[in-house]
């Protein structure tokens, strides 16, 4: 399996508090079958003031520490990155991070304030060439008053990343119930730990795939943890990675409502890629726009 939400490096955030902390970590995680890690500290601003080269090089530094203790688990770079209003200029200057330096990108919202212009935020964020993983949705506590915003950002492109523990009831049943929810009716992509240590918040990525397993099948719950996540770290663009069952269905008909027979086939498919893999144009006319939009639903 591959675990994409992770706060396994010492003493940057609330995460591993120091070395022997993530070393325990990456142990249990390789003991319940977890071979690639992210590492994914929170990067936000007035509360934990990381930035990307400070990330990279704690990761070197652990991936080392790994080596010497015969601990099996490679490492990718990444970060749980906090709404910002210059996201886009702050992942292209590499303050912020990619998972993997892919176009893939973890997001975090605020925990409980709905932010203003969500949709647009993410929006610019697909237009920029990246694509979105909201973290932990199910775990806001404003989930219950804008479910639709959530599902309408899934079918612009935006991907979902749900926690194993919410799906255990770690987080309450508020949190379970909107991830098992979201699980049964398509909008989860992908499943990650978000383990900030060994007792409190502990990697059980496994348990929660088999719980997964119980209410979309055997399948879906391998894609949750190591289909999708492999195309994140591989960089695969969305529209070669399976989507669930019930959004494909639900994807096929509303293409079909919106572009008619022919698919939307008068709209073009630009180059997506983000600045870091050597993109520096701008966004582009409405019909590139499109474009980009096209791309996402296909």
Not at 12 to 36: C, F, P
Not at 104 to 127: D, N, T
Not at 189 to 203: C, E, F, N, S
Not at 253 to 276: I, L, M, Q, W, Y
Request: proline share 6%.
């Amino acid at each position: 399996m591959i675990d994409l939400h992770a706060h396994i490096l010492p003493g940057i955030d609330d995460g591993a508090r120091d070395l022997s902390v993530a070393l325990e970590i990456a142990r249990m995680q390789v003991a319940d079958g977890v071979t690639v890690q992210a590492c994914t500290p929170h990067i936000f601003p007035g509360a934990y003031h990381n930035s990307g080269p400070q990330v990279r090089q704690l990761m070197s530094a652990l991936q080392l520490a790994l080596d010497e203790h015969d601990i099996a688990l490679a490492l990718v770079v990444g970060a749980d990155n906090h709404m910002v209003p210059d996201f886009v200029a702050q992942l292209r200057s590499g303050h912020l991070l990619s998972l993997a330096d892919s176009r893939y990108v973890l997001v975090e919202p605020p925990h409980h304030v709905a932010p203003p212009q969500i949709e647009a935020f993410f929006f610019g964020l697909l237009v920029a060439g990246y694509v979105p993983i909201l973290t932990h949705p199910e775990r806001l506590s404003w989930i219950g008053a804008h479910y639709e915003v959530f599902k309408r950002l899934v079918h612009k492109g935006v991907w979902m990343q749900i926690t194993a523990g919410s799906l255990t009831g770690e987080f309450g049943k508020g949190a379970q119930y909107w991830a098992e929810r979201m699980l049964d009716e398509g909008y989860v992509h992908i499943l990650a730990t978000d383990v900030h240590g060994t007792k409190h918040r502990a990697p059980q990525l496994r348990l929660g795939r088999d719980l997964a397993a119980r209410r979309v099948g055997d399948d879906e719950a391998t894609h949750l943890v190591e289909t999708r996540p492999r195309a994140v770290i591989d960089d695969l663009a969305p529209s070669k990675v399976p989507v669930s069952n019930a959004l494909s269905e639900m994807r096929n008909v509303e293409v079909g409502r919106e572009f008619g027979d022919d698919g939307g086939s008068n709209f073009t498919k630009p180059d997506t890629r983000p600045h870091a893999r050597g993109d520096d144009r701008p966004a582009g006319s409405l019909r590139s726009f499109a474009g980009r939009l096209r791309r996402f639903l296909d």
